[in-house]
């Protein structure tokens, strides 16, 4: 099982004001499955990651992660995903983010 509602992300190289927006801005994100905002129906992580073998699982939502990042929070780019277990056995991602270089 994956709960990305528990998903952990780390912020490098902002103030503590700018990563609690970005925080709260891409946790909204990852939160959301695709289709559910009705003025933005791509809004969110596509879902097809779940119910799938274990490392399939992993790379198709840390792909969806790092595309959905980068459309949608300028600010950052996504620097690696990890993930984790919680005492439950699900599966918790963890994602890496920095400052985006090109800030155009």
Do not use: H, W
């Not at 909204?28 to 559910?36: C, W």
């Not at 969806?64 to 995903?81: D, G, Q």
């Amino acid at each position: 099982m994956i709960d990305v509602g528990k998903t952990a992300i780390l912020l490098n190289g902002f103030s503590k004001n700018e990563a609690e927006d970005i925080r709260r801005c891409l946790s909204a994100l990852y939160m959301v499955r695709v289709g559910e905002q009705p003025l933005d129906r791509d809004f969110g992580l596509d879902q097809s990651f779940v119910d799938q073998p274990l490392n399939i699982a992993k790379n198709l939502l840390a792909l969806e992660v790092i595309k959905k990042t980068k459309r949608y929070e300028k600010r950052v780019e996504v620097e690696k995903i990890d993930f984790k277990f919680d005492e439950e056995g699900q599966m918790i991602p963890v994602v890496y983010v920095k400052k985006r270089g090109d800030l155009t």
